[in-house]
């Protein structure tokens, strides 16, 4: 099983842009598609993006509007998320994951991600 580790969340005004980082070990990463999801208090986990093990494909959730980017690594065994026009309600608690059966293609669906990160807040101040 993958090992992961978010990084990079905090405080930021509205408007303000923010990088997070999920260092990934213990299988092959290149492999595997990771995503982002998060989920605010009161409301359901939702995806942000997702990408394929060899960087090359990704999509991302209906409310990303072109303000966020996923991106990846291999030498670093790490997915980045560049996070720009933040918005108050993009406050939550943001998690990596790794859909691990590689050659199954990208997929959306959080119920195919299987290892998890620990979170890391982040909070748009208006």
């Known amino acids: 099983q993958v090992q992961l580790v978010e990084s990079g969340g905090g405080l930021v005004q509205a408007g303000g842009s923010l990088r997070l980082s999920c260092a990934a070990s213990?299988?092959?990463?290149?492999?595997?598609?990771m995503g982002w999801f998060r989920q605010a208090p009161g409301k359901e986990r939702e995806v942000v993006a997702v990408?394929?093990?060899?960087?090359?494909?990704?999509r991302y959730g209906e409310f990303v509007k072109g303000r966020y980017t996923i991106s990846r690594d291999a030498a670093k065994n790490t997915v980045y998320l560049q996070m720009n026009d933040l918005k108050p309600e993009d406050t939550a608690v943001y998690y990596c994951a790794a859909d691990e059966s590689p050659g199954s293609g990208l997929r959306i669906g959080m119920q195919y991600y299987t290892s998890w990160g620990q979170g890391t807040q982040v909070t748009v101040s208006t």
């Open positions: 990408i394929s093990g060899g960087g090359t494909m990704t």
């Open positions: 213990g299988r092959t990463f290149r492999s595997l598609s």
